[in-house]
């Protein structure tokens, strides 16, 4: 494919980009963030007492939480033991006329991972669909000769893709099609976030990665939906935040589409091989 061609491609692409950003949060994301916001931070020491009693866990809740969300914890299911904080007041402290000092404890209690649960599924952000076909090959060999690794391995709890600088691991049973929208975004972070150049704020790296696997999927003509615009937005990218980005989007799509879809009608109805 022509260089032309490519960055063509690609400027149309972002256009459309741009513009669904600006339409707002999709209904998918929007039901999406308001499951995430029912789900508690944890510290670091509960994170680590989660990980040790369940090493596979993604989404932990206690009972009455997964109630509200139309879930039940299966009968028979152990309980994930956790820190939980509490304030007691000092009983001997108190007067009418002055208000109730209180002291911090710390008590035990019990969360469950979903998949010590039944019911309602939980809502998802849209993901990319359709069949890329030869093009996931190509992604693949595109990659290889940049000497760069791809393989399933050391994923974090919820991650489809992680970009580690020179090796590229996608979780193993993805759909074709989000394993190629993933691959192209690990493959991005490479391209774009690897060097000195490399954007400070996560916020930047996310829209940056996205916005590509974007445009890649669009120009082989894989159904993108609302997933990339959501997937910005729940880095709480923007337009802005694109138009910021764009140069260094469109030459790293363009680079890509070029790698993966050789093969493009020219002007004079010639294919480009």
Not at 5 to 20: C, G, P, T, V
Not at 161 to 179: K, M, N, T, Y
Request: charged residues 25%.
């Amino acid at each position: 494919m022509k260089a032309e061609q490519a960055k063509k491609i690609a400027d149309q692409a972002l256009a459309q980009l741009a513009e669904a950003l600006k339409q707002g949060k999709s209904e998918a994301i929007t039901r999406y963030l308001a499951m995430l916001a029912k789900f508690h931070k944890y510290s670091f020491g509960n994170v680590m007492l989660i990980c040790c009693q369940k090493p596979d866990a993604t989404h932990v809740a206690g009972f009455t939480t997964w109630k509200q969300m139309g879930r039940f914890v299966k009968k028979g299911e152990k309980g994930i033991l956790i820190i939980a904080p509490m304030r007691i007041r000092k009983r001997e402290e108190q007067t009418q006329d002055s208000e109730a000092e209180t002291m911090l404890r710390f008590r035990g209690v019990h969360v469950f991972d979903i998949s010590q649960t039944d019911g309602e599924p939980l809502p998802e952000p849209a993901q990319v669909s359709g069949d890329p076909s030869v093009h996931l090959d190509r992604l693949r060999t595109a990659i290889a000769e940049r000497g760069i690794t791809i393989d399933n391995e050391d994923l974090p709890p919820g991650a489809e893709g992680v970009s580690r600088g020179g090796c590229i691991s996608i979780r193993a049973g993805l759909a074709p099609a989000h394993e190629f929208s993933v691959t192209v975004h690990e493959f991005a972070h490479e391209l774009l976030h690897r060097g000195e150049d490399r954007p400070e704020s996560k916020t930047v790296r996310e829209t940056e990665a996205e916005a590509v696997a974007f445009v890649v999927c669009q120009s082989i003509g894989l159904e993108v939906s609302t997933a990339s615009s959501d997937y910005i937005q729940l880095y709480r990218g923007d337009t802005e935040t694109l138009s910021q980005s764009l140069d260094r989007v469109q030459k790293a799509a363009a680079e890509i589409i070029a790698a993966v879809d050789p093969a493009r009608e020219c002007a004079n109805g010639d294919a480009v091989v």
